[in-house]
């Protein structure tokens, strides 16, 4: 009992550390709020909407920047604003989604990897090696144009290709603490070892885990924008940023804001996740800071 | 070193099989006849199902992946539906294309990217670190597709420097090299920085100072020998990245390589190419990290006894 609670003191306190730590990183609180207000936006998107981002108006057919529209209208006449919001949420959705499933398989895989070890660990440590081998984007836009183009697709491709480096993480921690006496005692007292995996191992690894999950849903929120552009995410006339860019380019030399803003739109995202990643990097591995 | 790289060969060989193996699944499972797809509105049943038995689509599962993979390994890569003609020389013909474009925005990279990280290193915490770790962050969270398309607007449209897009002298490589290099120079850029600040707080550099050599012989000739062992690493890696097809970059930019070409492809449903654009690239990149590999082995000798 008394154990126990001495266990908690210490773990509360390396989160409490770790967020101070992270307090203190004004770059890392930049992003945190970044994404923070875009979940504000997802959500409220609605009701902060001036405009249903699907009503075509032919009579405000691309107008530029006005108090109207402040960010124009597109060859619709739709309101570049309102889309760009709504876009918000179909970015958020890769992010979460495609990143979970590729960090559920990445942690899954990679544990069941480095405990187990013996035939298992080569097969899956091939196949890592195997999905790394592919040119990253033409791999994701193989699956999608086998599976065939839509968002449900992008979610999936993202997350059958973007596990391996979770997985990798989460097999070099677990090798190392599989030998460690708490594990070893663990054992001892006749645990199982999906108990061992689960409850003593992967808490170990949550760190790890949050950094490269948090860097990898600015990755999964990217490789959505790229194949949107490349018209095989988002169908139309889901607002999504990267199929706005692939209609906006074709007006790009008299209309440049049409595809300036959902692009700022995709910068400023992945931005903020990729300073929360390496904010949290510093904050939650104290040994890696200088 | 000789049994280092034949070690390394030999353990590219289930890779590779693999990568084969992957590919033929993908387009397996690929929805629509190939025939149709071939033939268009004209083929008859009778035709289409002739057609079927010779390209041999009625075959068990393990057949076909077999003769493909033979196929393959001879060199084979099919042939491509929109032309009839075999898709491995129509690749290996826009290679140069990819070549010259990687080369050159590896150029960018490597001029952008390191200085910015050894002065960020050299002058840590200082308004020029900050400034542009915080530039380089946005560099790599830019997508490239929208950089091309704000370089275009600029130099394009608006200036009037360079020309908007297509294949010919080097005014025609500029904005595409730009475009492409920035994720690449902000990468270089942090690493640089990064392994920098590791070396400098080595031992043999707080030797070196302590014996009294100019700062500058410290930094440049002690501090930047190991820095580059590092450095070298990255360069060899985005490299192999950009050789495998910069998909977006040409895309926007019409450039005829390999990425312009896969999409091409994909867009006509024309699946031996897609497949053989993939598998072409993914070998590519594999051999092109071998090479890095071994390079790194040789300039740093620990790495061999592993």
Redesign the interface.
Same mark, same amino acid.
């Given at each position: 009992m008394n154990r126990e609670m001495d266990n908690k003191e210490i773990s509360t306190s390396y989160w409490k550390d770790a967020f101070k730590r992270l307090r203190k990183n004004k770059?890392a609180m930049v992003g945190l709020y970044i994404i923070l207000g875009l979940m504000v936006i997802a959500i409220l998107a609605p009701w902060i909407a001036p405009y249903d981002p699907y009503e075509v108006n032919y009579d405000e057919y691309l107008k530029p920047p006005s108090l109207r529209h402040p960010l124009g209208t597109d060859e619709f006449g739709r309101d570049i604003l309102s889309r760009i919001i709504f876009g918000a949420r179909v970015s958020l959705q890769v992010g979460i989604i495609a990143e979970g499933i590729a960090t559920a398989i990445g942690v899954l895989l990679g544990s069941i990897s480095g405990y187990y070890g013996g035939w298992v660990d080569h097969l899956i440590v091939?196949?890592t090696?195997?999905i790394f081998? @592919?040119?990253f984007?033409? !791999?994701v836009? =193989?699956?999608v144009? +086998?599976?065939?183009p839509s968002l449900t697709n992008v979610f999936i491709a993202v997350g059958i290709t973007g596990w391996a480096g979770t997985a990798r993480l989460i097999r070099g921690q677990i090798l190392s603490l599989k030998e460690s006496e708490y594990v070893e005692a663990a054992r001892a007292l006749g645990a199982s070892n999906t108990r061992i995996i689960f409850k003593h191992i992967v808490p170990n690894c949550i760190a790890p885990i949050i950094i490269s999950a948090t860097l990898g849903m600015?990755g999964a929120i990217?490789t959505e =924008? +790229?194949l949107s !552009?490349?018209g095989?995410g988002a169908q139309p006339p889901i607002p999504s940023w990267?199929s706005m860019?692939d209609y906006a380019?074709d007006f790009?030399?008299t209309n440049?804001w049409y +595809? !300036?803003f959902p692009?700022l739109a995709?910068?400023?995202t992945? @931005?903020g996740f990729?300073?929360l990643g390496?904010g949290l990097r510093d904050a939650l591995d104290p040994r890696l800071k200088? | 070193m000789i049994n280092y790289i034949i070690r390394r060969l030999l353990l590219t060989i289930p890779t590779i099989i693999g990568i084969i193996t992957i590919t033929f699944l993908l387009m397996y499972v690929v929805p629509g006849d190939p025939v149709r797809i071939l033939m268009g509105q004209r083929g008859d049943p009778e035709t289409i199902a002739m057609i079927r038995k010779q390209m041999g689509l009625d075959d068990p599962l393990p057949v076909q992946y077999f003769r493909f993979l033979g196929n393959i390994l001879r060199g084979d890569f099919g042939r491509s539906y929109a032309t009839n003609r075999p898709v491995l020389p129509e690749i290996l013909s826009r290679f140069p294309a990819t070549l010259k474009l990687a080369l050159a925005s590896m150029l960018v990279a490597s001029i952008i990217g390191l200085t910015a990280g050894i002065v960020s290193a050299t002058k840590q915490y200082s308004f020029f670190d900050y400034s542009s770790m915080v530039v380089a962050l946005m560099g790599v969270s830019a997508p490239v597709f929208w950089v091309g398309l704000l370089l275009m607007w600029i130099f394009g449209y608006t200036l009037g420097w360079l020309p908007i897009s297509g294949y010919g002298g080097v005014s025609y490589l500029i904005l595409p090299a730009i475009a492409l290099g920035v994720r690449p120079a902000a990468y270089i850029a942090r690493m640089t920085r990064s392994s920098f600040l590791e070396v400098l707080r080595q031992d043999y550099i707080r030797t070196a100072r302590a014996k009294g050599l100019p700062e500058r012989r410290v930094i440049y000739v002690h501090a930047m020998r190991n820095t580059l062992i590092t450095v070298i690493t990255v360069l060899g890696m985005e490299l192999a990245s950009l050789l495998s097809g910069a998909v977006l970059t040409e895309t926007i930019f019409a450039w005829p390589g390999i990425g312009r070409l896969s999409v091409d492809a994909i867009i006509k449903r024309d699946h031996p190419m897609v497949q053989g654009t993939v598998l072409f690239t993914a070998i590519i990149f594999i051999f092109a990290n071998l090479i890095v590999d071994i390079s790194y082995a040789f300039l740093d000798p620990r790495i061999r006894y592993e």
């Open positions: 770059l091939e196949l090696n195997i081998a @592919f040119p984007l033409l !791999f836009i =193989a699956i144009v +086998s599976l065939g600015g990217m =924008a +790229s !552009f490349l095989l990267g860019i380019k790009l030399r440049l +595809s !300036f692009g995709i910068m400023i992945v @931005f990729n300073l390496d200088v | -």
